[in-house]
């Protein structure tokens, strides 16, 4: 029984060691998505970013949801490497929605 | 108009399509394929047409245009025979001579260049492959009988880009592409692509003391131009290829001298037959070919009226070949020209109408010479995406053949948004060039006997196809039905049954038809992980000999199978593809003299497993992967091949694939401007 409890908290301990700190953030760009191609070279090349777990796109609203390592990356860097592909992204509060045409 | 078709295909792909548009080439080759996912996309447009993109081409190896059809059902890839290498497609059960091959919406590699021309196009130069099944349209000429596949090469005028490609596999083949392009300024552009592969290893597999594979050599050069105005388009490319292939007995360091080499020129040959060299019982039997071929092309338009989409294009074309091939102790050689000019109109009447015109003139210089002027029309009606409905006629004159009319008629019905019927009724012609299209044949001791007189081959195609797209949940399913019925009112009939030790080209007399019947199913079964089954039927006949006979060498059905698995962002991507090919019936075989069969008369079904695993990073991947993995292979493909001068000798009685598993790895290096 102290041998299970103990096998409990050294895993409790070790899964929290190694626990991914996944974050998302949500962007819009400049300049805007309007196409699947839009769509297409974004995910096609954020990708490749490190740390980047999943994009999710959306034309209608003109975001891009990103779930990202906290620990091996952060939302600065996410912009940089948007920079890279010639969009300039920034952060969505959450209390606000921009209004883009 | 314009506008909205510029914005269909660039949703497709990187490429901006303002210099083919323009052309709206082919109304039947109109592109909606959603960028990332689609498995081999069903064109929205009004042909049936596969599209076979980038994304497809990736799938596998896809070194060459024959490998790139590994996952599409429709076309079947096979060796034309167990010596040359050369590789033949079938569509709807028939002969590749059937399907209209065109590069850049031109008429291409016909002729001698026909049995190599999946040999010719290397994979990493293609942006992507058109196979459009059933009569197509009048534009491009009378040649196509059950089908066309059209390959678009990488443009100067795409988003700039360089790429390159190296490819080994265990066999001991390498292979090299480089590809770039360069904007001069905003409206002149230039490209360069370039190929080589080696395969410079002998195996023998089953011991029978023919190479499996000749050994090969083959460089390429393209170059292209394009400048794009306002009002006036234009493209230009000249391409180089060389190309040395042996095989046979090349275990054996050389070949033997003084021997009894008899020469079919391309203007001579005729019922010529062929003896054994007598004396010579130790000499290796060799086979060398060598090609050369040049080709240029210029398409120019000019767009006077934008909101009517009328514009007037010419294109000019030719190529030059040169072919010198030996087998054993018959040499043909040749010398093949090809002239090519076409000159269309098009507008938009309004929405709804649209009209297509235009003459051409074509050339030959092959084994003999033919010039076929044409003038052709083509009407379109089109109701939005609901209803269109393509006449087109074609009247032609060969200076060998006299003046023969072409009807097309295309159809398309989709009542909803996920459901299309589409119809097409067409008469298709071909004028045969036995030597140049067939002389692989002679890799065998069979006398060749070729009738005077051969007929224009002339064909009726019927086709009718149904699609429909099911939603289930947030994906959907998408299937399709089709049946194809082929009728030969004149063919040239490549007889092997009558006399089991010749091959006689003759006109047909009496029956000869193919109906295909295919359904396919594709869904994105879960997140990244596509699945696409299809089964085809095909039951194509002919009269050899007086009877009404199941062809040889085709398969009676064909099942495939192919996944692919891009899990989470893509980065990792898993290919497979299982197919089934029916077993068919072969030539007529003879007894020997210990009273067997010279070869069973059927052969049974054979599987074709292939997978492949790819890796991509932001500016190249690596790729690795294996071809026939379960090793299948016709045991002895080569008939008395332990006495190749003598009469029983034969490599073309081909029916599976003739070398066995090949694991292979590349890489791939992609830069384009962002």
Known sequence: MVRTKALFIALAFVSVCFAKDIKTVVLTTTPQMHCANCEKKI?????????????KTNLNDKTVTIEYDADKTTIPAIIEGFKKIKYEAKEVKTNKTKQDK | MIAALLTASGAYGQVSEQGDSVWRSEQLQEVSVS????????????????????????????CNLGESFTTNPSVDVNYADAATGAQQIKLLGLSGTYVQMLTENIPNYRGAAAPYSLGYIPGPWMQSIQVSKGASSVKNGYESITGQINVEF?????????????????????????????????????????????LNMAHDGNDDGFVDMPKVRQGQLMNRWAYMGDNYKFQAAIKGLKEHRKGGQIAHPSPPQGRDVQIHNSASFSNQT??????????????????????????????????????????????LHHQNTLYGNKQYNTDQRNGYASLMFETDFDEH??????????????????????????????????????????????????GFVTPRMHLKYSPSDNVTLRGSIGKGYRTNHVMAEYNYLMASSRQIIIDDDLDQEEAWNYGLSAALSIPIGERKLDLSAEYYYTTFLHQLLVDMDSNPHAVHFTNLTGDSYSHTWQAEATSEIFDGFTLTATYRRTNVKSTYGGALREK??????????????????GKWQFDATLQLNGGGRMPDPYTLVDGTPSWDSRYKGYEQLNTQVTRFFRHWSIYAGGENITGRRQKHPIIAADDPWGSDFDATMVWGPVHGAIYYIGVRLNWEKL
């Open chain 1, 43 to 55: 995910k096609e090349n954020i990708r490749f970013e490190k740390g980047i777990k999943s994009i």
């Open chain 2, 35 to 62: 960028a990332m996912g689609h498995r081999h996309g069903k064109t929205s447009g009004l042909g049936n047409t596969d599209f076979i993109g980038s994304n497809e081409l990736l799938r596998a190896a896809c």
């Open chain 2, 154 to 198: 990488k443009k100067p005028q795409a988003t700039p880009f360089a790429d390159a490609n190296i490819y080994y596999n265990t066999k001991g083949k390498l292979e090299a592409n480089l590809g770039a392009n360069l904007h001069l300024n905003d409206r002149w552009s230039t490209a360069l692509l370039g190929h080589y592969e080696i």
């Open chain 2, 274 to 319: 062929s003896h054994p060299s007598e004396g010579l019982g130790e000499a290796p039997y060799i086979i060398d070919i060598t090609n050369e071929r040049y080709e240029a092309f210029t398409k120019n338009a000019y767009i006077f009226d934008h909101e009517h989409g009328s514009n007037i294009a010419l294109i000019l074309s030719g190529s």
């Open chain 2, 353 to 402: 109408h649209s009209l297509s015109t235009g003459i051409s003139l074509n050339h030959d210089h092959f084994d003999f010479d033919e010039t076929n002027p044409g003038v052709y029309a083509q009407y379109t009606f089109k109701v939005g995406e609901q209803f269109t409905l393509m006449g087109g006629l074609r009247w032609d004159h060969s200076n060998v053949y006299g």
């Open chain 2, 552 to 569: 040889p060498l085709t398969n009676k059905y064909k099942g495939l199978i192919t996944a692919q698995w891009k899990p989470g962002l």
